[in-house]
């Protein structure tokens, strides 16, 4: 069955960096692939960006532009999300999510959230 | 950037239907995603390209999309359905692509 696990819950301070990992499993990962999408405290959810584990290719909200970088690792099926510069307001759980081909298409299959925080 | 608006909650008593709207310029002109997240838990998609139900998702849900309004339909509603409920669309124009509406609270009275 299809499944993204993800790593544990950070704390960071303002200005430091995170690096958030997405292992996935049940399916062939380079024939999909994976959005990032976060939920700040008590809010809706916020698309971050999308990257496609065949080639790579990005595409990131324009807010985000410059202090995120979205990667795979196609050897151990793991996608990651990395944010720098980070800010209280990125306090948030962070989600993968599948896609099917395109970025516009829908979510199939959500990891379990990551909440980061981001206090000093 | 492109806007969907849902109405912040909805309420219905069980066995009725509940419909959660959701509104943007032309979103007949794009494909409807509609998301289920109940406290503490990841989103689950219910409802996919306006219409089109994941397999393992009851038939009670359907969507619906038209003109400026798309439509998430619950029939037979069941206190298992309460939760917040999110549609999105991709807008290609737009330097925000992926959009989320606001989320709608499903009450069961």
């Known amino acids: 069955q299809v499944q993204l696990v993800q790593s544990g819950a950070e704390v960071k301070k303002p200005g430091a960096s995170v690096k958030v990992s997405c292992k996935a499993s049940?399916?062939?990962?380079?024939?999909?692939?994976i959005s990032w999408v976060r939920q700040a405290p008590g809010q809706g959810l916020e698309w971050m960006g999308w990257i496609s584990a065949y080639n790579g290719n990005t595409n990131y909200a324009q807010k985000l532009q410059g202090r995120v970088t979205m990667t795979t690792d196609t050897s151990t099926s793991t996608a990651y999300m990395e944010l720098r510069s980070l800010r209280s307001d990125d306090t948030a759980v962070y989600y993968c999510?599948?896609?099917?081909?395109?970025?516009?298409?829908?979510?199939?299959?959500w990891g379990q959230g990551t909440l980061v925080t981001v206090s000093s | 950037s492109y806007v969907l608006t849902q109405p912040p909650s909805v309420s219905v008593a069980p066995g009725q239907t509940a419909r959660i709207t959701c509104g943007g310029n032309?979103?007949?002109?794009?494909?409807v995603h509609w998301y289920q997240q109940k406290p503490g838990q990841a989103p689950v998609l219910v409802v996919y390209?306006?219409?089109d139900r994941p397999s393992g998702i009851p038939e009670r849900f359907s969507g619906s999309n038209s003109g400026n309004t798309a439509t998430l339909t619950i029939s037979r509603v069941e206190a298992g359905d309460e939760a917040d409920y999110y549609c999105?669309?991709?807008?290609?124009?737009?330097?925000?692509?992926?959009?989320f509406g606001g989320g709608t609270k499903l009450t069961v009275l």
């Open positions: 999105q669309v991709w807008d290609s124009s737009s330097d925000h692509p992926g959009v």
């Open positions: 999510a599948r896609v099917s081909g395109w970025p516009e298409h829908p979510f199939d299959y």
């Open positions: 049940g399916y062939t990962f380079t024939s999909y692939g």
């Open positions: 390209d306006d219409s």
């Open positions: 032309n979103i007949g002109s794009k494909s």
